[in-house]
């Protein structure tokens, strides 16, 4: 779905596809250049991390693995409340291996801080996060990503995989969602 499909839902594009699959392109090479053919294992945050995932993965010129998790953090009134719930574990073993957390945003950290918490108890040779998108004026917690995207301001954004409530992840580009669709309770 293109931008011009839900305009009146955006209050902002702040990245095209194409500016985000150059950066996407840019951070494999990255990751290429530290893990070349030791094949890492990149773990994609569900459901917001999934198209940058693969999208990553496709760019890496080397082999890798991808395994996937699902956590939900909660909060209250948009902000985090400080407890993270595991939806869906890790089906792929990380002992001795290099593990990239890849996520489509960080707001907080604090999912990110108990992924890598979680992980790191599982024995693996190391542990990077990689992040499309960063929002390093709401962050509240140490662990910052390895490899960032683009850092962005505030706002919800959607797109690329990024949803509200379960919309706009569809989208192309990366968008600011107007604050009359996103403060709007549902009935």
């Given at each position: 779905?293109d931008?011009?499909?839900?305009?009146?839902?955006?209050?902002?594009?702040?990245?095209?596809?194409e500016?985000?699959?150059?950066?996407?392109?840019?951070?494999?090479?990255?990751?290429?250049?530290?893990?070349?053919?030791?094949?890492?294992?990149?773990?994609?945050?569900?459901?917001?991390a999934?198209?940058?995932?693969?999208?990553?993965?496709?760019?890496?010129p080397?082999?890798?693995?991808?395994?996937?998790m699902?956590?939900?953090?909660?909060?209250?009134?948009?902000?985090?409340?400080?407890?993270v719930?595991?939806?869906?574990?890790?089906?792929?073993?990380?002992?001795?291996?290099?593990?990239?957390?890849?996520?489509?945003?960080?707001?907080?950290?604090?999912?990110?801080?108990?992924?890598?918490?979680?992980?790191?108890?599982?024995?693996?040779?190391?542990?990077?996060?990689?992040?499309?998108?960063?929002?390093?004026?709401?962050?509240?917690?140490?662990?910052?990503?390895?490899?960032?995207?683009?850092?962005?301001?505030?706002?919800?954004?959607?797109?690329?995989?990024?949803?509200?409530?379960?919309?706009?992840?569809?989208?192309?580009?990366?968008?600011?969602?107007?604050?009359?669709?996103?403060?709007?309770?549902?009935?």
């Open positions: 779905m931008a011009i499909h839900v305009a009146d839902d955006l209050e902002a594009v702040i990245l095209t596809e500016q985000i699959l150059a950066r996407v392109g840019a951070l494999a090479a990255e990751l290429y250049e530290v893990y070349g053919d030791r094949e890492p294992v990149f773990v994609g945050v569900l459901g917001g999934a198209t940058v995932t693969v999208d990553l993965a496709r760019a890496y080397g082999q890798l693995e991808i395994g996937w699902a956590v939900k953090s909660y909060t209250t009134h948009n902000r985090a409340s400080g407890s719930r595991l939806l869906k574990d890790l089906d792929v073993d990380i002992t001795g291996r290099h593990v990239v957390i890849v996520d489509g945003v960080i707001d907080t950290g604090l999912t990110m801080s108990w992924l890598i918490a979680n992980l790191a108890q599982r024995g693996p040779a190391s542990i990077a996060v990689c992040a499309l998108l960063r929002k390093p004026e709401t962050a509240r917690f140490a662990d910052t990503p390895t490899y960032v995207g683009f850092d962005v301001g505030p706002g919800l954004i959607v797109g690329y995989g990024l949803d509200h409530r379960g919309r706009y992840r569809n989208l192309r580009c990366a968008a600011v969602l107007a604050p009359s669709v996103h403060q709007v309770e549902p009935a």
